[in-house]
């Protein structure tokens, strides 16, 4: 999310790609209570369309991951001061919005609010939750461990940081690897992808539970060193470097990339979503982050927006400042989510319409709570929205 490019040296199609992940993101959250919701579940018309645009939103998280390779790779700066630089300024925002998102149930209670307007606020606690200060400080302190359902979004951080732990070590060998080797990396990695439809379609058909040396003792199997999100890390570095194509091969082979994956999440994850008996993993399996047919479609996006060039002023300033405050936005939309939804869900909006309409208003609240917060503290901002 971060990038060691100044201002005059800004790639602006990078900012563009940031701009298109960060609606990506939110647009997936807005579906979330097109088929969670206990007042939209089993509704087929919402149920269809959280498959369209859920399908067509999976490039979101993986062109981040992206971003951050083709940023930050090769690491410039020794181990201390990267860490330093990188983790310090997204962990205090994490701890502090974490924090926030936890005892928002307390406080609900605090204010005389019913227990219902937790659910409302965020979908996947069902209900479920309570308003005692006790259970929202236990959530509290599970902070440094895991995120909670209230802050769903927040897995990322975790992740976002365990990647810049990595980072400098990978660096060591993105600098002396050939583009040969880099490609070999990436083969390896492409065929680790396809390692959750194995697991779920191939393993069965042999009556085993796990595949590759991995075993009940053993969770790191064959391809465990190649498969993850680093991957994305080294493909952005690596599509940076790419040759540019001209316009029109270039269109052609993201138009094919994008839906030859988007025709396998969306089938995939129609499928499920149709099976009455299907598990949460069933419903995830084909929306997997790390899996080809995401994987085809991130590259699609990426090389496509790659080719956008920006020579106006100002949208080039509004571009930097959305990257200023980007980190901001995507850890603070998460609460305004449930609110939209009950806003706009049982509007006469057509549904279609539904989705777009509350990404843009999620996105464009949050942009300028972000940037309200930077006016006002300037340099000490970052500690709070990174």
């Not at 959530?139 to 769903?152: C, L, R």
Request: net charge positive; hydrophobic share 50%.
């Amino acid at each position: 999310m971060e990038s060691n490019i100044k201002d005059s040296e800004r790639l602006v199609w990078v900012d563009v790609i940031r701009f298109f992940a960060i609606l990506m993101v939110i647009g997936v959250h807005c579906i979330d209570p097109f088929y969670i919701s206990p007042a939209m579940k089993g509704i087929p018309e919402y149920t269809s369309w959280a498959a369209i645009y859920g399908s067509f939103f999976r490039p979101s998280v993986p062109l981040f991951t992206m971003m951050t390779g083709l940023l930050l790779l090769p690491v410039k700066q020794p181990m201390g001061a990267f860490y330093k630089k990188r983790i310090y300024r997204i962990l205090f925002p994490v701890i502090i919005w974490s924090f926030l998102y936890n005892i928002f149930p307390y406080l609900t209670g605090v204010f005389g609010l019913p227990k219902e307007i937790i659910g409302d606020f965020f979908c996947y606690t069902q209900g479920s939750e309570s308003q005692a200060l006790g259970d929202s400080l236990k959530d509290v302190a599970m902070i440094p461990f895991q995120f909670s359902f209230k802050e769903n979004h927040m897995w990322y951080m975790y992740l976002l940081l365990g990647l810049y732990l990595y980072m400098p070590i990978f660096s060591a060998w993105i600098e002396k690897a050939t583009n040969k080797e880099k490609r070999i990396y990436l083969l390896i990695w492409f065929i680790s992808l396809f390692l959750p439809y194995m697991a779920a379609y191939i393993a069965p058909l042999f009556g085993v539970r796990y595949l590759f040396g991995e075993a009940t003792w053993n969770a790191f199997g064959l391809f465990y060193y190649f498969a993850g999100f680093n991957g994305y890390l080294i493909l952005g570095h690596v599509l940076k470097q790419m040759k540019d194509l001209d316009w029109k091969k270039t269109l052609s082979i993201c138009i094919v990339l994008f839906a030859v994956g988007y025709y396998v999440t969306f089938s995939g994850f129609s499928a499920a979503a149709a099976n009455p008996e299907a598990t949460e993993s069933d419903m995830e399996l084909f929306f997997t982050f790390c899996s080809p047919n995401v994987a085809i479609m991130t590259a699609a996006v990426f090389l496509l927006l790659k080719k956008v060039h920006i020579r106006n002023k100002t949208l080039v300033h509004l571009l930097a400042n959305m990257t200023k405050c980007g980190f901001g936005i995507y850890i603070i939309h998460y609460f305004v989510v449930g609110p939209f939804f009950l806003l706009i869900g049982p509007s006469s909006l057509p549904i279609p319409l539904q989705v777009p309409v509350m990404a843009i208003c999620i996105f464009a609240v949050s942009w300028a709570f972000t940037a309200v917060v930077y006016r006002l503290l300037e340099k000490k901002a970052v500690y709070i929205m990174g």
